[in-house]
């Protein structure tokens, strides 16, 4: 199921970078798009006001005006009247004529006076006078243009550049195109010769500045000779950290709902985990309590069984030792069974400890007087060093025992069984009032990864198993949390094959 989950969330997460790669191309086309389209119309109105500018000085306000509508006549709406000729007859009569074709309105304000010498005032006639006319009107433009080229061609073009050009006017007009498709992002430009000379730059130009963030060109003046073709180089310094800026609020919803998405798929697979861990723990924890209840069960039943013979029944030592031996195996696993229940209400609800002031130092020496025939028995060693002076603390002293004896018991089921048991426990004072105890063995010690699970409930250590050790995995579960509800704290120290050490703090009681 995690695999599943994993390769569901990396395809949803690679489709998510998909769709910003996309969005991100588009923008990018959608901007080079507008800044390739501005350059192109300041290319043209330089184009225009230089022409513009030799109409002025060669021409008279007719010609000039012709071919200004020359100009334009390209980028004219379909007009009906634009298709239509006014022709005036001698005799004041007025006559409009519809042609195929274009033809400048210049011609159109203008009254043709048709003289007798045309014959009759027949619509052929007026037909024919008006094809003349236009033929006539066609050949003066084209003189007329032509000659505009040729000047331009031949004197304007041996001007150098920047004598043809004004910067100001022209980063004005850079400026102004930009803020028309909506580009107000700061920009840097330069004008470059066919030679690949830079005659002019602004300021913060840089070449490779340029290079890096992605530079636009525009050829100045298309129509000059190739040798005295210049450009206008442009670029933003700024131009990707806008293009990400302006994409945010498109990608902002898309990181939130991917970081979401994130979150539950970590939160699923922590769960799956956990829960496959639990249920692990779970029949860990049901075989072991099998093995416990089953052998205090057995022993009962096999004692039942003898006390139903005649013979154990007349003699009363025999009839003793059973009874004793069922009331013992009993008595365990009434013990069990409490150790269980006890565990399950501590998960719901806080220890009820009798709090009251006791030597922890007379405690624990009280545990190891008990415990030391028990370790010697197995052909260990078992010593106190109580060198805490101020050992009187505010404990439950049952369980505090209990906690003792437990970390004890514990160190003798894991004790090493290539050399002799030695366990040591130390007192000693700290500062801000504290009494650390330290539990300390020779055993087999703890992995790394085990050493942060030994306080759960249920866990038990993997090396145990190979020791033939049986237990609930509730024991160190236990010890936790008494030693938290008297508001210490537990740590462990252990290196695998050396031994582990437990360490207690507690608080004093105040002065």
Known sequence: MAIVLLVAFLGFLGIQLFYIEEMMS???????????????????????????????????????????????????????????????????????????????????????????????NTIENRQRAMQEMLMGQYVYQKEVLDDVVFRILTKTSDKPILQRVNVQQLDTMLRNELQHVGLSLKYEFAIINSDGTNVYRTEGYNTRDAEEAGSYMQMLFPNNLPKRISYVELFFPSRNSYLVNTSMPFMVPTFIFSFIMLLLFIFIIVTVFRQKKLSDMKNDFINNMTHEFKTPIATISLAAQMLGDSAVSKNPDSLSHLTGVIGDETKRLRLQVEKVLQMSMFDHQKTNLKLKDVSVNEIIDNVVNTFMLKVEKAGGTIDDHLQAIDDICMVDEMHFTNVIFNLLDNAYKYAAEDRPLKLDVYTKNLPNRQIEIRVQDNGIGIAKESLKKIFDKFYRVPTGNLHNVKGFGLGLSYVNKIVRDHNGTIRAESELGKGTTFIITLPLMPE
Request: glycine residues 4%; hydrophobic residues 25%; negative net charge.
């Open 26 to 120: 588009m923008r990018r086309e959608q901007f080079d798009e507008n800044v390739k389209s501005a350059l192109f119309r300041v290319s043209r109105q330089l184009e225009r006001d230089e022409t513009r500018q030799y109409l002025d000085e060669y021409y008279d306000d007719n010609q000039r005006l012709l071919l200004e509508q020359l100009s334009d006549e390209k980028t004219r709406s379909s007009n009906p009247r634009d298709n239509m000729i006014t022709v005036k007859a001698s005799d004041g009569t007025v006559s409009t004529f519809e042609y195929k074709g274009s033809v400048s309105d210049s011609i159109t304000p203008h009254s043709f006076t048709l003289s007798p010498a045309h014959g009759n």
